[in-house]
Nanobody, 115 residues
Framework: VQLVESGGGLVQPGGSLRLSCAASGFTFNRYVMSWYRQAPGKQRELVAHIGSAGGATNYADSVKGRFTISRDNAKNTVYLQMNSLKPEDTAVYYC?????????WGQGTQVTVSS
């Protein structure tokens, strides 16, 4: 199983970014996919997750209405569209899944929101 994130960077408050996570090594369309984040000095927290078919999503209260998780099962890719970004969204963002009762993480992509 391999998860590779991309799309992070530096953005001003109020701006937008779209993260991508390319998955391989498992049957992507059978598994829930999630995005987590970890800010300096804080615990890793769940941002959003999406069901295997893409119809069921859930978000942390802190990002509801601003972030959208989606997936393209034909491309084995999950996305996180982040709008109206705030400085407190600054963190390393990780892609995550659990397959065969084992948790897998990507290497993370840094998102920095600063003027």
């Amino acid at each position: 199983v391999q998860l590779v994130e991309s799309g992070g960077g530096l953005v001003q408050p109020g701006g937008s970014l779209r993260l991508s996570c390319a998955a391989s090594g498992f049957t992507f369309n059978r598994y829930v996919m999630s995005w987590y984040r970890q800010a300096p000095g804080k615990q890793r927290e769940l941002v959003a997750h999406i069901g295997s078919a893409g119809g069921a999503t859930n978000y942390a209260d802190s990002v509801k209405g601003r972030f959208t998780i989606s997936r393209d099962n034909a491309k084995n890719t999950v996305y996180l569209q982040m709008n109206s970004l705030k400085p407190e969204d600054t963190a390393v963002y990780y892609c995550h899944t659990i397959t065969y009762e084992t948790a897998y993480w990507g290497q993370g992509t840094q998102v920095t929101v600063s003027s």
